[in-house]
């Protein structure tokens, strides 16, 4: 008790404000364990124990501080623990509180972790991101190192295909080479933005895992140069190597973007920021190790190959292992299948329960139901019967497996026509769909997933039926 200010204290329990209990509890500490236990008659107890009773015997605790006194809390970041002041007219003294809190891990206090934590991770760490932020960042750092030091062995095969080295090589035929390449990296980049882009969103995981599955086709095929140089195939093999690596980037910076918002926590800009640190640290690294193995394994065409197929081996792992890291509660539709079929089964919707089974893949056919569709999609003796069993207010109307949306339709409203459809589908009719659809939607909220948004697969086309609505 010694050391507390003799006008206020705080303890767990309340208030303390007593300058004359100050002073009793600084005498029974100045008595020491023996002289507390002559004044008991012997040992009967914690010292502590018996000073807090000494304590409440004197002076009874409030929840308020006293008149004249305020209380205040500083906490210097997300992640420290908060001081308590006394605040009066003329002095500010630090209260001690009692109230036990967790110890920080040991390596907090080490001066490297302070450094690392400043440079590479965002202001409270890791109070200010979403869960599993760590886990995926650290994954991708082994992804991004492996990657970069294969690059470097691609890059030493390309060198040799072009004929680097070689007397007989011509620079035309380089120039030509590089030309060639540079061409179907720029097309193929133009093409997949034109025919994914809205895919990139809805399913992010998936073209994540995508892009570097690419990028080691890419780096693959960029091995095999030395192969074939000098023959028709190099070109070619150079500019699917080429495409693959444009693909990669094409897809990488689309689904980064979406990943980076899910874990922050309104500092996006600064999350960014601080990746781009990490990446230029893992660079950096990188450029150590691709030159180690250069220089190393130079004489030998099985140990460089033998180590690029280990490194591609690190870089799927850790790949696979960063995108099941990453878990999202809005419904694409992966997730929205695999929700519903948990809730017809009545097993768990929970988000990671949910985002452990989504296939690690994007689909190589479009589903057979269309949310959105057009006017054109269906027959029109069936539209006009749909339409005649419909009312104005509608906000979708089913036609076999395709839904027209009307232009209110909101992103519930599409939940509601995709959950209708999936129904339709078990045999189930379109009132009782909708009058299930409020259970599902109360799974949901209950198990943590986001309704009030959604990355379903949704065309943009939009149907009125209520301009002049009139019965069919």
Not at 117 to 146: H, I, K, T
Not at 148 to 167: C, F, H, I, S
Request: aromatic share 8%.
């Amino acid at each position: 008790m010694t050391g507390r200010p003799s006008t206020a204290f705080k303890k767990s329990d309340g208030w303390y404000f007593d300058a004359a209990a100050a002073v009793s509890c600084a005498a029974i500490d100045a008595m020491g364990r023996r002289g507390v236990e002559a004044a008991r008659g012997g040992p009967a107890g914690e010292l502590v124990e018996w000073q807090t009773m000494a304590l409440r015997q004197r002076v009874q605790p409030t929840d308020a501080p006293p008149p004249g006194i305020v209380e205040l809390r500083e906490q210097l970041d997300a992640t420290a623990p908060s001081t308590r002041y006394a605040l009066t007219k003329n002095t500010v003294e630090a209260l001690r509180d009692d109230t036990k809190r967790p110890r920080a891990p040991w390596y907090t206090k080490l001066l490297v972790w302070r450094v690392v934590r400043d440079l590479f991770l965002p202001e409270g760490y890791p109070a200010s991101v979403a869960p599993g932020y760590g886990a995926y960042q650290a994954w991708d750092v082994v992804q991004g190192l492996s990657s970069y030091v294969r690059g470097n062995l691609a890059y030493k095969a390309t060198l040799e295909g072009l004929g680097v080295g070689d007397v007989e090589a011509t620079a035309m035929a380089g120039a030509v080479a590089k030309i060639a390449r540079d061409a179907s990296s720029m097309v193929a980049g133009l093409a997949l933005a034109y025919g994914c882009s809205r895919d990139f969103g809805r399913r992010v995981r998936q073209w994540r895992l995508a892009a570097d599955v690419a990028n080691d086709v890419g780096m693959t095929v960029q091995m095999l140069a030395p192969i074939v140089r000098g023959g028709a195939y190099f070109v070619p093999l150079a500019c699917v190597a080429a495409c693959c690596q444009c693909a990669c980037g094409v897809i990488a910076g689309a689904t980064k973007a979406s990943i980076s918002a899910h874990f922050a926590r309104g500092n996006f800009a600064e999350l960014v920021s601080k990746e781009g640190s990490q990446e230029t640290f893992v660079n950096i690294l990188g450029l150590f190790g691709g030159y180690a193995c250069l220089t190393r394994l130079n004489a030998s065409a099985t140990a460089v190959w033998g180590s690029f197929a280990l490194l591609t081996a690190l870089h799927v792992v850790a790949n696979v292992k960063a995108v099941r890291t990453v878990t999202l509660t809005t419904l694409n539709e992966p997730r929205f299948a695999l929700c519903y079929d948990a809730f017809v089964a009545s097993t768990s919707l929970a988000p990671a329960a949910v985002g452990a089974a989504e296939p690690l893949l994007p689909p190589l056919f479009r589903s057979r139901w269309t949310l959105g569709a057009k006017v054109a999609d269906a027959p029109p003796r069936d539209l006009a019967a749909a339409i005649a069993g419909a009312s104005p207010d509608d906000a979708f109307l089913l036609v076999g497996d395709l839904v027209y949306l009307a232009p209110a339709a909101t992103d519930g409203d599409v939940l509601e026509a995709r959950f209708c459809v999936a129904r339709a589908r078990d045999g189930v009719g379109v009132d009782a769909a909708k009058a299930d659809f409020g259970r599902f939607a109360r799974a949901l909220d209950a198990a943590g997933w986001d309704t009030t948004s959604q990355l379903l697969d949704v065309d943009p086309a939009r149907l009125d039926w209520g301009v002049s609505f009139n019965r069919i």
